[in-house]
């Protein structure tokens, strides 16, 4: 069942991020490119790799969503909705594209792959942390925290009624 959502999931990334491309409107490409990241966040979840799936889900929706509110806010055309084309130099790009794809075509057929060894980690959110930060985990997860409550404490303190509401 797993190998089944991976290939629709793949299938729908790919399409999604062909429809970034195809479709006539920026509001449409922007949630075509949410499709595609949240069906990569999916397969990273299937992968077993839940703390980056979710974080990749969660920033992309966010991000695409706040693409939208500065496209309404900001373009010309209401809404980015009327018809634009979404393609440039559409012939420079299919050459840079094609031969990019060539090239790591041709790398992936041409690599000696190497065998696995081992199996994978218990935890691999946990594993991948410590291949990227090594001992000083601790240390960025504190770091981490501080900015979250730095984050909200600016939040409250920049409210128009300040730190302490109506009772000031």
């Known amino acids: 069942m797993e190998?089944?959502?991976f290939w629709v999931l793949a299938v729908a990334a790919v399409g999604s991020g062909i429809a970034v491309f195809v479709v006539d409107s920026m509001a449409r490409a922007t949630f075509a490119l949410l499709a595609s990241f949240l069906c990569v966040g999916a397969e990273l979840l299937l992968a077993g790799l839940d703390y980056l799936g979710v974080l990749v889900i969660l920033m992309m929706i966010m991000e695409m969503l706040v693409m939208a509110v500065f496209m309404v806010m900001y373009m010309m055309n209401p809404a980015g909705l009327m018809p634009m084309s979404?393609?440039?130099?559409k012939r420079g790009a299919l050459a840079i594209s094609g031969a990019a794809f060539a090239v790591l075509a041709a790398g992936i057929l041409a690599?000696?792959?190497p065998e696995r060894t081992g199996g994978p980690p218990a935890d691999p959110a946990?594993?991948?942390g410590e291949s990227i930060m090594g001992p000083k985990m601790l240390v960025m997860m504190v770091i981490g925290i501080a900015i979250t409550?730095?984050?909200i404490a600016t939040v409250v303190l920049a409210t128009h009624r300040g730190r302490y509401g109506d009772d000031a």
Do not use: E, G, Y
Request: charged content about 5%; cysteine-free; overall charge negative.
């Open 3 to 5: 190998d089944v959502a």
């Open 86 to 89: 979404m393609l440039h130099n």
């Open 111 to 113: 690599i000696p792959w």
């Open 126 to 128: 946990f594993a991948l």
């Open 149 to 151: 409550t730095t984050m």
